[in-house]
Structures are given as structure tokens and as C-alpha cells.
């Protein structure tokens, strides 16, 4: 086996350890993102004008409309970071496939 084969190998290993990495934290954006989804639900159905927040460690009453414009706003957030998530693992997986072809191609 060459050099140059053992050093793809090496980086294919790298990538994949690189996606596995990014599907994580695309997985837990997802899981926070489904958290404020039923905070928003319970928080709307509730009929409280107001509500408890934690913020740092400390419990604050704060508006229900207050709450759920930050939970909102946290919500695009998460959502523009699943966004670069998935381009990253998009391109990842390219590069992978590209390194399996020419690893195929140099074990033949």
C-alpha cells in the first residue's frame, strides 16, 4: 500500500469522524428546536399573563409575550446553525464519496 493510499485512508477517517460530528450537533440543534416548539405551544395555551424564565441562576417572572419573542428568536437562530449543519455535512459526504472513489480506484 502507498504513502499517498495510507495518507487517504487517514483522511477518509478524519472525515468521517468530522461528519459524525456535525450530524451530533445538527441533532441537538433539532432536539432545542423541538423543546421551544412545545414551550411556545404550552406557554400560548396557557392563558398566563405571566410566566417564570430562567435566566442565569436566577428565576425571573417576565410577560408570556416577552417569552415567547425570545424562544422565537432563539428558534431562528437554531434554525440558521441546522442550516450550516446540513450544508457542512453536505459537503463532507461529497468529499467522502470522492475519497471512496479514488481509494477503490488505487486498491485495483
Do not use: C, N, W
Request: glycine fraction near 2%.
Amino acid at each position: 500500500m502507498s504513502d499517498e493510499t495510507k495518507q487517504m485512508i487517514l483522511e477518509f477517517q478524519a472525515y468521517q469522524q468530522q461528519l459524525q460530528s456535525v450530524a451530533m450537533q445538527r441533532e441537538s440543534m433539532k432536539l432545542q428546536d423541538l423543546e421551544i416548539d412545545k414551550a411556545v405551544e404550552e406557554l400560548e395555551k396557557s392563558g398566563q399573563k405571566t410566566a417564570f424564565k430562567i435566566t442565569g441562576s436566577v428565576m425571573v417572572s417576565k410577560p408570556v409575550e416577552d417569552i415567547v419573542t425570545d424562544l422565537k428568536e432563539t428558534k431562528e437562530a437554531i434554525s440558521i446553525r441546522m442550516r450550516s449543519y446540513e450544508k457542512t455535512e453536505a459537503k463532507i459526504t461529497e468529499r467522502l464519496k470522492e475519497i471512496q472513489e479514488k481509494l477503490k480506484e488505487e486498491m485495483k
